[in-house]
């Protein structure tokens, strides 16, 4: 069983950054899948990124490349997702999930473990 709690989000204007957490307690994230999702209101949860804990490279949905980052922390248990460039349409509640295989990483559907979400509004 894997427990999961995000922190980071808040208020930021336009072409700001924010720093998002997620750790894992109750197991560790080394044979995991780590992805990050968002919901804005009135609309289908949304994939954002993806990171495999043992290694290589992230992978991002067209709508973020270039402006995310996702990044690890193997002593801390924690995966990152670092927002540079803000927009507005980037508001929205922001989740991460694990699951245990790379199979569909952007099926939200498909993750087995979530976060409680945190929001992040981005003003214009």
């Known amino acids: 069983q894997v427990q999961l709690v995000e922190s980071g989000g808040g208020s930021v204007q336009a072409g700001g950054s924010l720093r998002l957490s997620c750790t894992a307690s109750?197991?560790?994230?080394?044979?995991?899948?780590v992805g990050w999702f968002r919901q804005a209101p009135g609309k289908d949860r949304e994939f954002v990124g993806f990171?495999?804990?043992?290694?290589?490279?992230?992978n991002y949905a067209d709508s973020v490349k270039g402006r995310f980052t996702i990044s690890r922390d193997n002593a801390k248990n924690t995966v990152y997702l670092l927002m540079n460039s803000l927009k507005p349409e980037d508001t929205a509640v922001y989740y991460c999930?694990?699951?245990?295989?790379?199979?569909?990483?952007?099926?939200?559907?498909?993750?087995?473990?979530w976060g409680q979400g945190t929001q992040v509004t981005v003003s214009s």
């Open positions: 999930a694990a699951k245990i295989d790379g199979i569909y990483y952007y099926r939200w559907a498909d993750y087995n473990y």
């Open positions: 109750g197991r560790t994230f080394s044979s995991y899948y």
């Open positions: 990171i495999r804990w043992s290694g290589g490279s992230p």
